[in-house]
């Protein structure tokens, strides 16, 4: 779901103007006026790109082992998401999210929609949507995820990377990291898991660099 800690604050920005911005484009008018907005987001990205690359070299995180295989197919659907590590998008101060699943579709296009949706402490239900492609097509638990606009996908720092480490021979649970250990979730079928099978998938999580005295179990019922 990466440098997660940097990936929503960038993704925020781009979108922000873009939807501010959109409604004065009418295809096929205003064609000037929209190629110099679209030359004005890329200036912005390429500066967040260099900041995000100098980052990322200054603090590399070491490579995650990840399961030797996953269908795709089989591993699309619902899940819910059972507990995680606090992260700067998910716990904001008064919006912390629960009730949070994700739902992975698989398209025509070698991509895989995803829709995550959560409740904040409002009561509101707020939902993102995004894509998902392959990273590693050997395995297929290397994949990246963009929750900005598809027509910026080009640019490499919109995608986060979701690293699938654990997975059930069934599919009825999963355990996603990202490399920069910021970013850890305990995903299942159902609203909840057995407590056996969640401090074993801790284990492995903490056996690869992960702080799972951090992990708090995300409210579903």
């Given at each position: 779901?990466?440098?997660?800690?940097?990936?929503?604050?960038?993704?925020?920005?781009?979108?922000?103007?873009?939807?501010?911005?959109?409604?004065?484009?009418?295809?096929?008018?205003?064609?000037?006026?929209?190629?110099?907005?679209?030359g004005?987001?890329?200036?912005?990205?390429?500066?967040?790109?260099?900041?995000?690359?100098?980052?990322?070299?200054?603090?590399?995180?070491?490579?995650?082992?990840?399961?030797?295989?996953?269908?795709?197919?089989?591993?699309?659907?619902?899940w819910?998401?059972?507990?995680?590590?606090?992260?700067s998008?998910?716990?904001?101060?008064?919006?912390?999210?629960?009730?949070?699943?994700?739902?992975y579709?698989?398209?025509?296009?070698?991509y895989?929609?995803?829709?995550?949706?959560?409740?904040?402490?409002?009561?509101?239900?707020?939902?993102?949507?995004?894509?998902?492609?392959?990273?590693?097509?050997?395995?297929?638990?290397?994949?990246?995820?963009?929750?900005?606009?598809?027509?910026?996908?080009?640019?490499?720092?919109?995608?986060?990377?979701?690293?699938?480490?654990?997975?059930?021979?069934?599919?009825?649970?999963?355990?996603?990291?990202?490399?920069?250990?910021?970013?850890?979730?305990?995903?299942?079928?159902?609203?909840?898991?057995?407590?056996?099978?969640?401090?074993?998938?801790?284990?492995?999580?903490?056996?690869?660099g992960?702080?799972?005295?951090?992990?708090?179990?995300?409210?579903?019922?």
């Amino acid at each position: 779901m990466v440098p997660h800690s940097l990936l929503p604050a960038l993704d925020s920005k781009i979108f922000l103007i873009y939807k501010k911005q959109k409604c004065q484009f009418n295809e096929g008018k205003n064609m000037a006026k929209r190629n110099l907005f679209i030359g004005f987001i890329i200036s912005i990205a390429i500066v967040d790109l260099c900041t995000l690359s100098f980052i990322s070299i200054a603090s590399g995180s070491p490579s995650l082992q990840v399961v030797p295989s996953v269908n795709l197919s089989q591993y699309s659907g619902l899940w819910y998401e059972f507990a995680r590590l606090p992260n700067s998008f998910q716990d904001k101060e008064g919006k912390k999210c629960d009730f949070v699943t994700a739902e992975y579709t698989m398209r025509k296009d070698d991509y895989i929609g995803v829709v995550n949706s959560c409740r904040v402490e409002n009561g509101e239900t707020k939902v993102a949507k995004g894509v998902a492609r392959v990273t590693d097509k050997q395995t297929n638990s290397r994949l990246e995820v963009n929750f900005g606009p598809e027509f910026l996908g080009f640019l490499p720092f919109l995608w986060g990377n979701y690293n699938i480490i654990e997975l059930a021979p069934d599919y009825s649970y999963a355990l996603v990291g990202s490399l920069d250990r910021k970013g850890l979730w305990v995903l299942s079928r159902q609203p909840q898991l057995d407590e056996v099978i969640y401090e074993q998938l801790l284990d492995k999580a903490a056996e690869q660099g992960f702080n799972v005295s951090l992990v708090k179990k995300t409210k579903q019922i």
